[in-house]
């Protein structure tokens, strides 16, 4: 099958479904936090909810492998409909079970560990080489847009509406992802990972494991730490951090689009050095600099200076993995993913001044890195 993304039919049908729960979690995950906040919880409550969810999302990850094992991952992939929905059924009945908070953070890491891990692996099951290392950058751009929407909307809804209606638009476009989802053919996992397997690839992969680490800890704090900062400090409105992340999703969207017309044979990795830079110098900004304007300007940057980053990476990891066992490699990743979200959290939890810290802990990450080797 031929298409607007030029990649087989597993792979479309992966893409498609990618796109529409983006566009859900697009309007949504911005204002989990401030939500949060808005209803009475301290940020290091807030903080502790994300640390929940981060410790729940590594428990289950060998979980998921081994149901994937079981029934395949498309079964997987329909199964994490019901797990989303029940995580975001709680959410929503959080002002009434506020001691459970912790417990929906777990809910949230179960959901997202029988969805990325599954996810992943299917893609490059679904794709040749060529396609992960070329075609990516296409569904990209495309993906991205609906990070370019989604803020502003969910600011209005949130405002206008209520964080419940927030919920139940999400939920729609959830539902209407799983769809495509039922024309996926089933694959299996070859095999179950070992701690054994995963320490080899440790020793293989050493480089890509600690920048994975640096890259998860300053990617998570833009995520959740800037958007706080924003709301505590700052004093942005709804939907002034909407907009701040709508300028975000339009910085990434710009490189998308240049990343996509480069010429084929230039070496576009180049561009993790350069993105990483950029990023070390947004963070040491957003310690001087605190104006409303400099905060938009910065979260523009941010957008373009992530995608700089995340684009060649993503082609890293897939290009890794296609050179050992997929699922392997695959749950592998998720332990620096883990690691990195851990540091920021732990780090910023205990500490007083949290903001600052956040930032220049981001900046120090980025710095490392941008001095990994991932070339072999």
Not at 165 to 171: F, S
Not at 185 to 200: D, F, G
Not at 262 to 286: A, E, M
Not at 345 to 362: E, G, M
Request: glycine letters at 6%.
């Amino acid at each position: 099958m031929q298409n607007i993304f030029n990649i087989n039919e597993g792979r479309l049908i992966l893409s498609i479904n990618q796109i529409i729960r983006n566009i859900g979690f697009s309007i949504l995950t911005l204002f989990i936090p401030i939500y949060l906040l808005t209803i009475g919880f301290s940020i290091n409550q807030v903080l502790l909810y994300f640390l929940f969810e981060a410790i729940s999302i590594i428990l289950f990850s060998p979980l998921s492998l081994i149901f994937s094992k079981k029934f395949g991952y498309k079964y997987i992939l329909l199964f994490n409909l019901i797990l989303v929905l029940i995580w975001l059924i709680f959410l929503n009945l959080i002002p009434i079970i506020r001691n459970s908070i912790y417990l929906i953070a777990i809910i949230a890491g179960i959901e997202i560990a029988f969805y990325y891990l599954p996810l992943n692996s299917s893609i490059a099951r679904n794709a040749k080489k060529e396609e992960n290392k070329n075609h990516f950058d296409k569904y990209n751009a495309f993906s991205r847009l609906s990070y370019l929407i989604g803020p502003i909307f969910g600011g209005i809804i949130f405002l206008n509406m209520g964080f419940d209606i927030l919920i139940y638009i999400t939920m729609f476009f959830l539902i209407l992802s799983a769809l495509p989802i039922l024309y996926l053919k089933n694959h299996l996992p070859n095999h179950n990972i070992s701690i054994k397997r995963v320490y080899q690839l440790y020793k293989t992969h050493k480089n890509y494991f600690f920048a994975c680490i640096f890259n998860n800890i300053f990617l998570y704090a833009e995520a959740i730490i800037w958007p706080i900062y924003l709301f505590y400090n700052l004093k942005f409105t709804i939907i002034n951090i909407g907009f701040s992340g709508a300028l975000f999703g339009f910085g990434s969207i710009i490189f998308s689009l240049i990343f996509e017309n480069l010429d084929k044979k230039r070496d576009k990795y180049i561009f993790l050095k350069i993105g990483g830079i950029l990023y070390i110098l947004i963070w040491i900004s957003r310690i001087y600099f605190t104006s409303s304007i400099s905060a938009y300007l910065l979260s523009t940057l941010a957008g373009l200076a992530t995608a700089m980053i995340a684009i060649p990476f993503i082609g890293i990891t897939y290009s890794k993995a296609e050179e050992e066992d997929i699922e392997d490699f695959l749950f592998f990743k998720e332990i620096p993913v883990f690691i990195g979200r851990i540091i920021l959290l732990i780090t910023i939890i205990f500490l007083a001044d949290k903001f600052i810290i956040a930032f220049v802990l981001s900046a120090l990450a980025t710095l490392g890195f941008v001095l990994m080797k991932l070339r072999k």
